[in-house]
């Protein structure tokens, strides 16, 4: 049982980061009566955490390399449980955000440490059962973020979705010190200062410029200011991770058409699965009356089948094949969210979710703890860190542009509908419906009409979703499809192991 303490350190970490992506999703409503706030602005409160987590990961991956792993993960840890106190407290939306964006980066630096120390502390079968235990973790965490989120907003209250990793923090950064062995940092290199910052750039322009596209429309000047400052700052990044010695990301590794293929499909596997979760809670709550738990507990097929599903692949399909399991696992996942599309009505309830659901859940659990894995066993131990920093930062980020890019699909689909059907203020409806703001649109309206309004908005709601998992199904399928035909089998070395180290520094 001794062996398995640094997965366990490794897991509780990966568990508590990742959750953090989803739980806040139940609980915005809540919030944004409690800080006077709309709901257009807290979808920062998702969006900052995601941003954070994606911009600096492939830095602090590679400053990870030069420094230590574990040193960098008890230092992420330390400022993750930091955060997480001041965005419990938080008075204000600001601070929460902000408080958020520093959750993210302790996140980042837990994220992108997690595979080199499971690296470093197993090999061979071993190795497999911890890459598929950590993906189950990390599958299911996404999942169960919603059920914890609406439990702890319902029985005790929403700042306590933040309170709750204090302790936990605690019981990992003891579980670090222990089992975690401290590895022997990089030597010769020194941190991609100019890189990280260009990155971060490019990342935040072109995050904010989806999320301001929603409200001021694709093509007005300050979204497409920002769409170029993002396409120079990434221009200008390859440019200078093309000629630096001390590049944080090494181009050279998108020569092999494996790791491009790994690449796609971790830009979209959050997209795909997960960013669509935001917009069912505010369908289940807003219009179909549930509470946070009970939207919570809808996403329990997708968290059970994930958590099985990476169980199996770790420990039976150890040595398979990676480009079938990340290919037909995102091929799952679209195929998943293709029959949320169709099995989504103006009458329908949260039953509707359920098998879309459980086919997305084993589509994740088959490609998450693949992704991790094989982008890692393509480098050497000393760049695994930029490896995993690479893969993890493409999914983050894809959440981020995710969840902006199908919450303006979801308001323009509904209020496009609104006005289709020649019901009064549509475009204005649509904003409030996608906003969360239904129940208090219908509390608003006069008895005698109250009955067709709500009709109306639950036509709007379902043709709404239907456009969003479309979406999210087509960009699934597209990215599993591309996944199946880049990667070739003998261009996912095996991966080089970590030199033996003292237990503990």
Same mark, same amino acid.
């Given at each position: 049982?001794?062996?398995? &303490?640094?997965? @366990? %350190? +490794?897991? @509780?970490?990966?568990?508590?980061?990742?959750?953090?992506?989803?739980? !806040?999703?139940? %609980? =915005?409503?809540?919030?944004?009566?409690? @800080?006077?706030?709309?709901?257009?602005?807290?979808?920062?409160?998702?969006?900052?955490?995601?941003?954070?987590?994606? !911009? +600096? =990961?492939?830095? +602090?991956? %590679?400053? #990870?390399?030069?420094?230590?792993?574990? *040193?960098?993960?008890l230092g992420g840890l330390v400022a993750f449980a930091l955060a997480s106190a001041v965005?419990?407290? #938080?008075?204000?939306?600001g601070l929460l955000i902000a408080a958020r964006a520093v959750q993210g980066l302790g996140g980042a630096a837990m994220f992108a440490t997690a595979f080199p120390l499971l690296n470093a502390s197993y090999q061979g079968r071993d190795r497999g059962t911890a890459y598929g235990v950590w993906g189950a973790v990390s599958g299911a965490a996404a999942a169960v973020g919603p059920v914890l989120g609406g439990l702890l907003t319902e029985a005790v209250d929403w700042r306590w979705i933040f309170y709750v990793n204090i302790p936990i923090s605690v019981v990992a950064v003891l579980l670090a010190v222990k089992a975690l062995s401290a590895d022997r940092p990089t030597s010769g290199r020194r941190p991609d200062w100019t890189g990280t910052a260009l990155f971060t750039v490019a990342a935040a322009a072109l995050v904010l410029g989806v999320i301001r596209a929603q409200e001021h429309g694709w093509t007005s000047g300050a979204v497409l200011g920002l769409f170029a400052l993002a396409v120079v700052a990434f221009v200008v990044f &390859?440019?200078?991770?093309?000629?630096?010695?001390?590049?944080?990301?090494?181009?050279?590794?998108?020569?092999?058409r494996s790791f491009s293929g790994i690449m796609i499909a971790s830009l979209t596997v959050n997209v795909a699965a997960f960013a669509m979760l935001a917009y069912t809670s505010i369908w289940l709550q807003s219009l179909l009356g549930l509470t946070p738990l009970e939207a919570g507990l809808t996403g329990l097929p997708l968290s059970i089948a994930s958590f099985f599903t990476s169980l199996v692949v770790g420990r039976f399909l150890h040595g398979a094949r990676p480009q079938l399991l990340i290919g037909g696992g995102m091929v799952l996942i679209g195929a998943g969210a293709l029959a949320e599309s169709v099995l989504i009505g103006a009458g329908s309830d949260w039953t509707a979710l359920i098998v879309g659901y459980a086919v997305i859940g084993v589509g994740v659990g088959a490609t998450l703890p693949t992704?991790?894995?094989?982008?890692?066993?393509?480098?050497?131990?000393?760049?695994?860190?930029?490896?995993?920093?690479?893969?993890?930062? #493409? *999914?983050?980020?894809?959440?981020?542009?995710?969840?902006?890019?199908?919450?303006?699909?979801?308001?323009?689909?509904?209020?496009?509908?609104?006005t289709d059907h020649h019901v009064r203020g549509g475009a204005a409806l649509g904003r409030a419906l996608s906003g969360g703001g239904a129940g208090h649109v219908l509390t608003a309206t006069p008895p005698t009409?109250?009955?067709? @309004?709500a009709?109306?908005?639950?036509?709007?709601?379902?043709?709404? &979703?239907r456009a969003g998992?479309?979406?999210?199904?087509? !960009?699934?399928?597209? #990215?599993?499809? =591309?996944?199946?035909? =880049?990667? *070739?089998?003998?261009? !996912?070395a095996p991966a080089v192991e970590q030199p033996p180290v003292p237990a503990h520094a």
């Open positions: 049982m001794r062996k398995w &303490l640094p997965l @366990l %350190a +490794v897991c @509780l970490g990966s568990f508590m980061l990742l959750i953090d992506v989803t739980i !806040v999703n139940v %609980a =915005l409503p809540d919030m944004s009566l409690a @800080l006077h706030s709309t709901f257009a602005s807290l979808q920062w409160v998702i969006d900052a955490y995601a941003l954070a987590l994606a !911009v +600096v =990961l492939l830095g +602090v991956g %590679a400053l #990870a390399d030069l420094t230590g792993h574990r *040193r960098v993960y965005c419990g407290a #938080a008075p204000n939306p &390859l440019v200078v991770q093309a000629r630096s010695p001390h590049a944080m990301l090494d181009l050279s590794l998108f020569r092999s992704l991790g894995s094989s982008a890692t066993a393509a480098v050497g131990w000393q760049r695994a860190g930029m490896a995993a920093g690479a893969t993890n930062s #493409a *999914r983050q980020l894809g959440h981020a542009i995710g969840i902006a890019v199908l919450g303006s699909v979801f308001a323009s689909s509904s209020a496009a509908w609104l009409g109250r009955a067709e @309004l009709d109306a908005l639950h036509g709007a709601a379902a043709h709404a &979703l998992f479309t979406v999210a199904g087509v !960009v699934g399928l597209a #990215a599993g499809l =591309l996944a199946l035909l =880049l990667m *070739r089998p003998q261009q !996912v």
